[in-house]
């Protein structure tokens, strides 16, 4: 097993099999207390102890078959978390299993977490708890061996107050009134499918669910579930075309659960049930990408996973290609150009705002002592499908090179892998055209940072437009401005509107005149598509136009996924005249935020953890 810089259980001499967890969810106190059990296979003979993570944990007890053991913590680190050394009262030999049990609860302050009052919710009657354990924080709701290595089954007994319902990353499996308290429900589930920790999850609310397919619901509040299963509808046509291309789903259910504004990513794979972001309800199903996206995960990611943090491009990188290949079968080739040359705009605002040098800008970083959230950015996602769009073109085109990545899931389903392995697979797989890969200056794709060492061309069909509008703006003087129009942006797709957008971002900052122009001419300030909103906001307050501030600040505190929150708080910190109010807004906010958003605004706005006070 290769060492996970990000885990104190891995490397390690035990591998956890399966997960059996009894949980009670407490909402006066913001705690999740219970059980974990883990089967634990031994991997060498004399075998007596192990090493759990942990993170704010309140361990009360273990047992080891039934049998107390004893049990120590090590140092806090500040993202890792605290190592919970686990002695047996006995030894095994290699290959035998042990059931390791462990009594304990979370912190109220669990990174994994976010509790929400009844008053933040959209039923405002009934208060809200979900999970999010990408990449390190399952160690905060559960000892375990939290490295993407490990993979194992689980199920979980989760007691809830009897008007909320539970869900998890799994197939549910009944419910019935909990024997030790009437006022009380207990929902089951069952992950019969082996995969790592950070997939664990949970949510617990006012849950409604519609049917949306055969194997597929949509699950969010009520306020949401009737738009929610329109914007999602296409989901099964979206399964059917990534079966077709990466072979068959094995996970059984596919359902998408809604979650509140809050929620810090646009979605997340967790098995059998996405979660997703509500700014994707644009009420056009013009931001399903990111439902092919998470889809595609249920192959690339949790079938086939990065065996640590360092090789997350291997997921990443995979996923945006299966998601524009599916992007490709519902729409078209010219579509799968387009939006991959936005995709690689992206890589170069990413590469713009880490400096081009870097080194977590490398496709593969290292990261000992990187904190996996500080290190995220649309690097492994862009730079990991660039590499894999110039393969395609080396190697003769989609049709052949879904092969390749058919293959490669085929090879690799049920494991967990470094970039070693797949550029090894790569060679086997197309051993005729070795000679071509040798060409591939591997070193500057994968260990050098900065843009790629190759730029795709991508047709640009359905760009042209966006990029003709742009320049028109870029170029034009103020006595150009009267030659704007409404019809200018009337024949364009919300797509196209998001590039036009995306490429005015790239330039160095128009005219307040022009912005307060554009505005007149298209708008913008009524759209509220949340891609185009993010982007158009960005650029007001880029341009110096204060009216835009309040507005900015707005969107970044009324939801909370980092791509669009990170950003905007950003930019209004960077107009000197309002860098004390984003400060502000951000403390009077901070205590409502997600944990993992709150802490990363506040390292973006250099506003120091003790700093607890508004100015
Ligand atoms: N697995 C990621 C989200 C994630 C990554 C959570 C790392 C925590 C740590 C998810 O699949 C994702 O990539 N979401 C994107 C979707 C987009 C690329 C279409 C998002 O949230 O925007
Ligand atoms: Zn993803």
Redesign the pocket.
């Known amino acids: 097993m290769s060492s996970d810089p990000c885990s104190f259980s891995c490397p390690a001499r035990c591998v956890t099999k399966h997960l059996n967890l009894s949980l009670h969810v407490d909402f006066d106190r913001h705690v999740i207390s219970g059980k974990a059990a883990l089967t634990v296979e031994a991997l060498e003979d004399h075998f007596s102890s192990l090493t759990l993570d942990t993170r704010d944990l309140k361990v009360i007890s273990v047992s080891a078959n039934g049998q107390a053991a004893s049990f120590t913590t090590g140092p806090k680190h500040s993202f890792k978390g605290t190592p919970l050394i686990i002695t047996l009262p006995f030894h095994l030999s290699r290959g035998q299993h042990v059931i390791v049990e462990a009594t304990y609860e979370t912190s109220p302050s669990a990174t994994a977490l976010q509790w929400l009052t009844a008053a933040q919710t959209a039923g405002k009657k009934q208060p809200y708890l979900f999970s999010q354990c ?2 390190n924080h399952c160690r905060s709701i559960i000892p375990c061996q939290d490295s993407p290595s490990v993979k194992h089954t689980y199920y979980a007994q989760v007691s809830v107050p009897k008007d909320l319902v539970a869900v998890m990353s799994a197939v549910r499996d009944g419910q019935e009134v909990d024997p030790e308290d009437g006022r009380r429900v207990v929902f089951r589930f069952r992950q019969t499918v082996p995969m790592p920790s950070y997939l664990i999850a949970i949510v617990v609310g006012a849950l409604e669910s519609r049917e949306i397919g055969p194997r597929s619901r949509v699950w969010s509040e009520r306020e949401f579930v009737d738009k929610a299963a329109y914007e999602f509808s296409e989901t099964e046509a979206m399964l059917q075309a990534a079966e077709d291309l990466a072979g068959p789903y094995v996970w059984g259910q596919y359902d998408v659960l809604v979650l509140p504004p809050s929620f810090p ?5 967790n098995p059998c049930l996405t979660f997703a972001t509500p700014t994707l309800l644009a009420g056009d199903k013009s931001l399903s ?2 439902i092919a ?2 889809i595609s ?1 249920s192959w690339t990611g949790n079938l086939v996973t990065n065996k640590t943090w360092e090789h997350f491009w291997l997921n ?1 990188g995979h ?2 290609y299966l ?1 524009r290949m599916i992007g490709r079968c519902m729409v078209s080739e010219q579509f799968r150009q387009f939006k991959a040359m936005g995709g690689w705009k992206d890589l170069q605002d990413s590469v713009n705002t880490f400096g081009a040098n870097n080194p977590l800008t490398n496709l593969v970083p290292s990261l000992e002592e990187v904190d996996p959230d500080d290190a ?1 950015s649309s690097v492994p ?1 862009e730079k990991g499908f660039a590499l894999l769009y110039h393969l395609e073109e080396l190697m003769g085109g989609p049709e052949v090179f879904i092969g390749f990545v058919k293959s490669y899931i085929q090879m690799f389903a049920y494991r967990s892998v470094t970039t070693d392995e797949w550029k090894n697979y790569l060679f086997t797989y197309f051993k005729d055209k070795v000679d071509v890969l040798n060409k591939v200056d591997w070193n500057a794709w994968m260990f050098t940072p900065g843009m790629p060492p190759v730029k795709p061309q991508y047709d640009t069909t359905l760009a042209d437009a966006c990029i003709a509008l742009s320049r028109k703006w870029i170029k034009a003087t103020d006595q150009d401005l009267s030659s704007f129009n409404e019809s200018d942006v009337k024949t364009l797709s919300s797509h196209q509107l998001i590039e036009f957008l995306s490429l005015l971002l790239q330039e160095d900052a128009l005219p307040l005149t022009h912005v307060k122009r554009m505005q007149e001419v298209y708008d913008l300030n009524a759209v509220m598509n949340s891609e185009i909103r993010f982007r158009w906001l960005r650029l007001c307050v880029r341009c110096r136009w204060e009216e835009a501030v309040p507005m900015a600040l707005k969107m970044a505190t009324e939801q909370g996924r980092m ?1 669009f929150t990170r950003p905007l708080f950003r930019e209004v910190y960077n107009f000197d005249k309002f860098r004390d109010e984003a400060v502000r807004v951000f403390l009077a906010h901070r205590d409502q935020m997600h944990p993992v958003t709150a802490g990363l605004v506040a390292k973006d706005l250099k506003v120091d953890a003790s700093n607890t006070t508004s100015l």
């Open positions: 990408q990449a990513y646009g979605g997340m794979e990408n990111v996206h998470e995960h990443e996923t945006v998601e995220f996602y791509k």
